[in-house]
């Protein structure tokens, strides 16, 4: 069992940067797919970034790519997501997602096995 915990949201101004982090407890993040999830109210949860078991792999939206960047820390067993340049439709609640050992990363939400509470993220001016 794996249990993750973001923190790092809160409301910010248009083009300001926000890094979401995701503490994983229960194992190791090492050699474990991880990705960031985000849902606008009742929508479907669309994926963010990816990021493979082997951290070489980084894959993003195109609403976010060039503005995100997903990383983590293996010694910490930390999952980051830095966001720059955000913009009001970057509004939302977002998830730090993880599969189970020895499964590659995916874009899809149905198949992660490990989900956080989430962590709002509110941009206006």
């Known amino acids: 069992q794996m249990q993750l915990v973001e923190s790092g949201g809160g409301s910010i101004q248009p083009g300001g940067s926000l890094r979401l982090s995701c503490a994983a407890s229960?194992?190791?993040?090492?050699?474990?797919?991880m990705a960031w999830f985000r849902q606008v109210g009742g929508n479907e949860r669309e994926r963010v970034a990816t990021?493979?078991?082997?951290?070489?792999?980084?894959t993003y939206s195109d609403v976010v790519e060039g503005r995100f960047v997903i990383s983590r820390d293996i010694d910490k067993n930390l999952l980051y997501l830095q966001m720059d340049s955000l913009k009001p439709e970057d509004t939302a609640v977002y998830y730090c997602a993880a599969r189970r050992s020895g499964f590659g990363y995916s874009v899809w939400a149905k198949d992660y096995d490990y989900w956080g509470q989430g962590t709002q993220v509110t941009v206006s001016s």
């Open positions: 229960g194992r190791t993040i090492d050699r474990i797919a």
């Open positions: 990021l493979s078991s082997g951290g070489d792999i980084k």
